[in-house]
Each structure stands twice: as structure tokens, then as C-alpha cells.
């Protein structure tokens, strides 16, 4: 049986976050979430399955709000999941709580869009 490697979201820290997240020349989606968290979880699949589709197009992160509390407070993050849409370094949408990955890709081909 062939194992295919499915693109997952990459981890992003608070010191890499700026360069990762803020200076991309594609929209960015972060996932807010701690791994205690059950509904983080649950939209985990969800999230790594938006990576793997838009590959190339936009970037997604996952962000642990206990290992970089800074970052949550930053973003006013009060409840997660917190899922973030990044375009030009701001901060163009949000969905809290676990959601369906056809609503993340659609939000971000529609920023993608308009940047072509």
C-alpha cells in the first residue's frame, strides 16, 4: 500500500509569525487553538484538509495560544478555535468555533481573487 504525504498546516510561533504570517505575498489562515481544546480538534482535520487544497494559492499556520499567549492577546483571540484570515499583513476576517473546510477555502479564494 503507497502512503500519500498530505500537506498539513505548518506550526507558526511567535518568532517567526511576522514573516510567515504578516510579510506573505498570498492570504494567510491562522488557526488559533491549544491542544487541550476538544472543538480544536475536531476542526484540526478540517484546517490541514485547507492546506493540502490550497497549496500554492494561500498558507496556512496553526498557532498554540499556550505556547504563544502574546500573539493570541495581540489579536484579541478570547475564544478557540479562532481561525484568522491574513491578507497584506492585516487582518481581513475571522470564523470562531469549528467550522466546515468549504467555508475556509471559499473564504480564502475569495481574498485570493482579489489579489489577481
Known amino acids: 500500500m503507497t502512503t500519500i ?3 498539513k498546516a505548518a506550526t507558526v510561533t511567535a518568532a517567526d509569525f511576522d514573516t510567515q504570517v504578516l510579510q506573505s505575498d498570498v492570504p494567510v489562515l491562522v ?10 480538534r475536531a ?4 484546517v490541514d484538509a485547507v492546506a493540502a487544497q490550497m497549496e500554492g494559492q494561500a ?8 505556547a504563544d499567549p502574546d500573539v493570541e492577546a495581540r489579536y484579541g483571540v ?4 479562532t481561525l484568522i484570515f ?3 499583513g492585516q487582518v481581513v476576517d475571522q470564523v ?13 479564494q475569495k481574498l485570493q481573487s482579489v489579489s489577481d
Open 59 to 66: 498558507r496556512v499556520f496553526k498557532l498554540d495560544v499556550d
Open 43 to 46: 476542526v484540526a482535520p478540517e
Open 78 to 81: 478570547r475564544s478557540i478555535p
Open 5 to 7: 504525504a498530505m500537506t
Open 86 to 88: 491574513f491578507k497584506d
Open 96 to 108: 470562531v468555533g469549528a467550522v466546515r473546510r468549504t467555508v475556509l477555502v471559499e473564504k480564502l
Open 31 to 40: 488557526d488559533f487553538y491549544a491542544s487541550w481544546c476538544p472543538p480544536c
